[in-house]
């Protein structure tokens, strides 16, 4: 009798995030379309190309659909309450300053109620990678108005429509002192992953704006189409301005979208200043913090 | 451990509540303070602002108090011994985080130096009027561990026992001063670093593989990282099981709820109390802070006059200490409560009396402390 060929395993390829993401979370909660896991992916595609070691790299969201992104990285990552993600991070990067923070939210989060801590921090060059992706609506919560939701734009707080003028976020970075201040939309995967990736290796207060669609609530309410039609406006109307003057940046209603990198400069970070400024006037009796480990 | 002589200032001192709760947060070995100044509490911040750059510390001065306490937070998670300092309004503001802390279980201090309120209130005087905002402040349900000194000596030693609490149980720990106690200047002496035990933070020893952040171990309380250590672990405020991810169950949320209550509530030996002349007292004076320091001239009245009056003071008083006092309850004619509100911990000895002795609330609105005068009077009362 012929003995029964054996069939060779097929062989197991590892998805390329695998190792970035906690794969026992998976399937996340985001909807089919959004932008978020875009931003995502861009995110585990830049931590490739960085000098920090992954274990030295931290994630704080706060909360809402984008909040639910240190949920799902395979880095030490936390869920802090709502707006409260930067002043988190603060802590976390002066108590380790070997760590490089990531905070990773949405514009309700991080501009609407956070938007004092995001001033303040960019103002001091705290040094930490803020990627804010911009949905112009506060999705978790069902669809509701935000600072970012373009005039005329229809939300379930505003069923005839926004008339609050939106932040313009690449200019509110850029005023504030952010040393590195890009947008790209949720269809610019390769750009935003080299732009993330230009964040993650430089010193103090980074600004990524991330436009991504929210086919569920705000295409929908809108008459936008799905989330394809979503990605074939962005294809069809964004405008890549490296270097654009960040006041030209307001979005309106349907409009071009600037894109690009506009910031890229360099100024102390708030714990160089600290150190430079204590040692200065305080000369051996300053003992500058040795960080966690120092005892 | 013992404490790190670099930041013991070992001697005698003159020095204000504020001044030496700094100092107990020095000695006890906290490095991190984000803060947002408000009256009466300023003190403590000034004081590290100018102490932590000679010992190693960073102090920063935030934008607000939400985001002070989430720092203070992420400096816990950073591996560092963290605290914040405040006073009724800011203490308002910090709530939601303080949930965070005890959700993450987030060893931290948060000093409130109380004035009088509701809302701006009297910002340079005393109240007490915070002590159930610190108890059930934040929504849902947790417990915390709060502390409350009546001078400045205490104010040093409280800070320092308030870290310990905080680091053994992994939750924040409050403490509960008022105005008098802050700005009043007293001889504070400072031990020896070698005479300061101190509670060190419980890191895990497993390695990565075999840890699971919240996995209790038998008191109840799980082991620590901080970041940066490779564990790579996940950390959320929503309800999560032992390896710290996100479970919406009610099956969940009893085993986790039940044990952040269950960690403190059953733990016997969280309690701090003085008594003074209890042990023949027919009356019995309960109050913490300065209040307590009001009343002893009223006992001693008491005592000159033939009326056996003793004292029960709280130093920790959440969680509240229901065995001394429905022990004390069986044995006394009645307890005088005297506390700078209309009725808070009042309510608690109530509760635990259960109808076994009087109660009287000596009641004030804050703004000044006591008049000894009234306390006397209801001690009178309560012996008719």
Known sequence: MKAVETVPAPEVIEHPMESLLRMDRIPHIWCSTCGIGTALTSFAEALKRIDTPLEKVCVVSGIGCTGRVAGYVKLDSFHSTHGRAIPFATGLKLANPELKVVVFSGDGDIIGIGGNHFIHAARRNMDMVVICVNNFIYAMTGGQVAATTPLTANTSTSPYGNFEQPFNLPHLAASCGAVYVARWTALHVRRSAKSMAEALNKKGFSFIEIICPCSTLYARRNKLGDGLSLMKFYHDNSVIKHGADTRELDIEFQKKIIVGKFIDRERPTFLESYNNGLKQVLKDKFVPYGGAHAD | ?384
């Open chain 2, 1 to 384: 451990m013992k404490a790190d002589p670099k930041g013991v200032l070992t001697g005698n001192h003159y020095l204000d509540g504020d001044h030496a709760c700094a100092e107990g947060a020095i000695a006890a070995g906290c490095r991190f303070l984000a803060g947002y100044p408000i009256t009466p509490s300023t003190e403590v911040a000034e004081r590290v602002a100018e102490r932590f750059p000679r010992v190693g510390g960073i102090f920063i001065q935030m934008e607000d108090e939400m985001g002070s306490m989430a720092a203070v937070i992420g400096a816990a998670w950073g591996g560092v011994k963290s605290m914040t300092v405040t006073s009724g309004p800011g203490f308002s503001l910090m709530m939601e985080n303080i949930g965070l802390a005890a959700m993450m279980e987030a060893p931290c201090v948060v000093i409130n130096v109380q004035r009088g309120g509701p809302s701006t209130g009297l910002p340079t005087l005393p109240g007490q009027a915070d002590m159930m905002q610190a108890r059930w402040g934040s929504h849902g349900d947790y417990e915390i561990i709060a502390l409350s000194p009546n001078s400045p000596q205490e104010c040093f030693e409280v800070v320092i026992e308030a870290f310990n609490l905080s680091e053994k149980y992994r939750v924040p720990v409050l403490v509960m001063a008022d105005e008098c106690v802050g700005h009043m200047t007293e001889k504070v002496v400072i031990p020896k670093a070698e005479e300061i035990e101190l509670y060190p933070r419980r890191y895990t020893k497993l390695p990565p593989n075999k840890y699971l952040p919240f996995k209790p171990g038998e008191d109840m309380v799980p082991e620590m990282i901080k970041a940066g250590d490779g564990y790579k672990i996940h950390v959320t405020g929503l309800t999560h099981d032992e390896k710290g991810y996100p479970v919406m169950s009610w099956e969940a949320q009893e085993k986790l709820v039940r044990r952040l209550v269950e960690k403190i509530r059953l733990n016997a030996e969280i309690v701090h109390v003085e008594e003074i002349d209890t042990e023949d007292a027919e009356v019995v004076v309960l109050s913490y802070g300065i209040s307590s320091r009001v009343a002893i001239p009223a006992i001693k009245k008491a005592r000159k006059e033939g009326i056996k009056a003793g004292q029960l003071r709280l130093v920790i008083v959440w969680p509240f200490p229901e065995e001394k006092v429905r022990e004390l309850a069986k044995k006394i004619n009645a307890f005088v409560v005297v506390e700078m509100n209309y009725g808070q911990m009042f309510y608690e000895v109530e509760r635990c009396v259960a109808g076994d002795c009087k109660t009287i609330l000596v009641p004030h609105g804050g703004g000044w402390v006591h008049d000894p005068e009234d306390i006397y009077k209801a001690i009178k009362e309560a012996v008719k």
